[in-house]
């Protein structure tokens, strides 16, 4: 894998690698992928399995229903004036 | 033992027994880091935990990962509510793991837990913890969850059952997800019975997930044995023969066939490019501000934000979303992604066919337990080469159980039995009568009464 098209998954992944961690994950990646290349051989038709059960789509009663922690689920956020404190954009 | 959780409701327990066990759990646990948080007031019924992936309202869920520390879910997973509806089952903690279920050997994570039998030996994983606890506590089940082998694996390695259930057949709701099409909440369990008395108990449609959808469960029972030669050499010399010593046993009361399966050998690789694209979407929520591990400067800009705060993933997770990245783009996704999907197809069918006549029998995994220190030394190609065996049923959703038959150098081995969709029962009644003329042994018996 050329080093630009390795930055570009970085930069789209939001990831950052140590100067030490990336040319040890680059060599894994590119690894990786030349065992992926295997399946390339597999004739295995056109048929395209994406679950392993028949999912029925069935969905449950739109009707409003109260969360009961509402509290808890703040917890986990860093509060301001009752919003969730983001990132500047 | 047919049913410890039968046993348990039978007998007496002094006073303080919930006391005493909570300390010896606290005590060994410093050893083989099997819980990263105990309930020190859990003081009734039977002993469950959960893997460190299912939420529990009020106790740290943190997958195994960085990104997730601190997060205390304010609700219940369907599971862990179908659990304490009763009150006869108590949450005694939440068990270790793989980060986010990446791993097959349990040390992809900060603290890894360790083989119950030999704490220099891992423990399997990613459900490590899990299979820990259930080996070192004798009144204990764990619920916890298996993508690619993630229940079956750690079973064998630490000596207990471990069943994963049909795909669909028990709620996901409240899990935090790996690989959507891949992810099933199975049991780990000292016996068959006990597995199946907790199975009853989970399973069966919710509302809350839509992909819940397999309610009708079976127990047809096979006559006959299908064994994968070519898949067979690949493991271990000392592997294979203990699993013929188990396949002579066997066919005093099954018919054992050899059959080959070229297609079968292929799973690997299309499992983890479905895996990879799977959790590399499934990642991407982790910004670092909603919940987990906090980004503490948000004055700095969006993407740099972002950046920072997503360093929290450890390196085996930051390979997955890089690889599972690459598959999803637009210029390879045919030539990955949709192959893969097509292979797998390929494979269900192989199976679907196989399976209606008999089951699939094999070692769980192709070697036995490595020291910690040299699982560390294999390249993740290598690593994934290990599942070899779970993959197939783990792809294809197929019912599978690990279940203990032998012990080498004192350490157990694991044998996998696998079933057509629905028909988990026969898997478990299998096991049962397994159990029936095969001892389980364990060095760790925490709240024998």
């Known amino acids: 894998m050329e080093d630009k098209e390795f930055d570009r998954l970085l930069k789209i992944t939001r990831l950052r690698v140590s100067d030490g961690e990336r040319s040890m994950i680059k060599k894994d990646v590119e690894q990786?992928?030349?065992?992926?290349?295997?399946?390339?051989?597999?004739?295995?038709?056109?048929?395209?399995?994406?679950?392993?059960?028949?999912?029925?789509?069935?969905?449950?009663?739109?009707?409003?229903?109260?969360?009961?922690?509402?509290?808890?689920?703040?917890?986990?956020?860093?509060?301001?004036?009752?919003?969730?404190?983001?990132?500047?954009? | 033992m047919a049913s410890y959780i039968r046993e348990f409701n039978e007998i007496e327990k002094p006073k303080d027994y919930y006391e005493g066990l909570i300390e010896g759990i606290e005590k060994l646990n410093g050893t083989y880091d099997a819980f990263n948080v105990i309930n020190k007031s859990a003081r009734t019924g039977f002993l469950f935990s959960t893997k460190a992936n299912i939420c529990v309202k009020g106790f740290e869920t943190d997958a195994g990962s960085k990104m997730l520390k601190g997060y205390v879910p304010p609700f219940n997973a369907t599971v862990a509510d179908r659990m304490l509806a009763k009150k006869d089952f108590s949450f005694i903690g939440v068990t270790n793991m793989d980060e986010f279920g990446f791993g097959t050997f349990g040390i992809n994570t900060e603290i890894p837990a360790k083989n119950a039998f030999d704490s220099e030996y891992v423990a399997g994983g990613s459900s490590s913890g899990s299979a820990v606890a259930t080996a070192m506590i004798k009144y204990h089940v764990s619920v916890a969850e298996s993508?690619?082998?993630?229940?079956?694996?750690?079973?064998?390695?630490?000596?207990?059952?471990?069943?994963?259930?049909?795909?669909?057949s028990v709620s996901r709701y409240g899990l935090i997800d790996y690989a959507?099409?891949?992810?099933?909440?199975?049991?780990?369990?000292?016996?068959?019975?006990?597995?199946?008395?907790?199975?009853?108990?989970i399973r069966g449609r919710d509302d809350y997930d839509t992909t819940c959808s397999v309610e009708k469960i079976s127990s047809e029972k096979k006559s006959r044995i299908f064994v994968m030669d070519s898949m067979l050499s690949k493991a271990d010399q000392k592997v294979r023969g203990a699993f013929e010593r188990l396949l002579d046993r066997l066919s005093r009361d099954y018919s054992v066939e050899h059959v080959d399966s070229a297609t079968m050998e292929k799973a690997i690789a299309p499992y983890y490019i479905i895996a990879m694209a799977e959790a590399s979407t499934n990642l991407a929520k982790y910004t670092g501000y909603k919940y987990g591990a906090m980004s503490q400067d948000f004055y700095k800009q969006?993407?740099?934000?972002?950046?920072d705060a997503r360093e929290g993933f450890g390196i085996e997770a930051k390979r997955r979303i890089l690889l599972g990245t690459f598959i999803r783009s637009e210029s390879v996704k045919d030539k990955y992604y949709a192959k893969a999907l097509a292979i797998r197809s390929m494979i269900m069918h192989e199976m679907d066919r196989l399976l209606k006549d008999g089951y699939i029998l094999s070692?769980?995994?192709?070697?036995?337990?490595?020291?910690?220190?040299?699982?560390?030394?294999?390249?993740?190609?290598?690593?994934?080469?290990?599942?070899?065996?779970?993959?197939?049923?783990?792809?294809?959703?197929?019912?599978h159980i690990s279940f203990p038959y032998d012990y080498i150098d004192g350490m157990p081995l694991g044998a996998q039995l696998v079933t057509g969709h629905g028909n988990d029962y026969a898997i478990l009644d299998f096991v049962k009568e397994w159990e029936s003329s095969f001892n389980y042994t364990y060095k760790h018996n925490l709240g024998e009464l």
């Open chain 1, 32 to 89: 990786v992928i030349a065992y992926f290349d295997e399946v390339s051989a597999v004739d295995a038709g056109k048929e395209q399995e994406r679950y392993p059960a028949a999912i029925p789509g069935r969905f449950r009663e739109d009707v409003i229903s109260s969360f009961a922690d509402v509290d808890g689920l703040k917890r986990n956020s860093k509060m301001r004036n009752g919003y969730i404190v983001g990132p500047k954009l």
């Open chain 2, 147 to 168: 993508t690619g082998g993630s229940i079956a694996a750690p079973a064998a390695l630490n000596g207990v059952v471990g069943f994963t259930p049909t795909y669909g």
């Open chain 2, 180 to 201: 959507n099409s891949l992810d099933k909440i199975g049991v780990m369990a000292r016996s068959s019975e006990d597995a199946r008395i907790v199975f009853d108990r």
């Open chain 2, 302 to 307: 969006y993407n740099e934000f972002f950046t």
């Open chain 2, 363 to 399: 070692p769980t995994l192709p070697i036995t337990a490595p020291k910690i220190a040299d699982a560390r030394k294999l390249s993740p190609v290598e690593n994934y080469a290990m599942d070899l065996f779970t993959i197939p049923p783990n792809l294809g959703g197929f019912p």
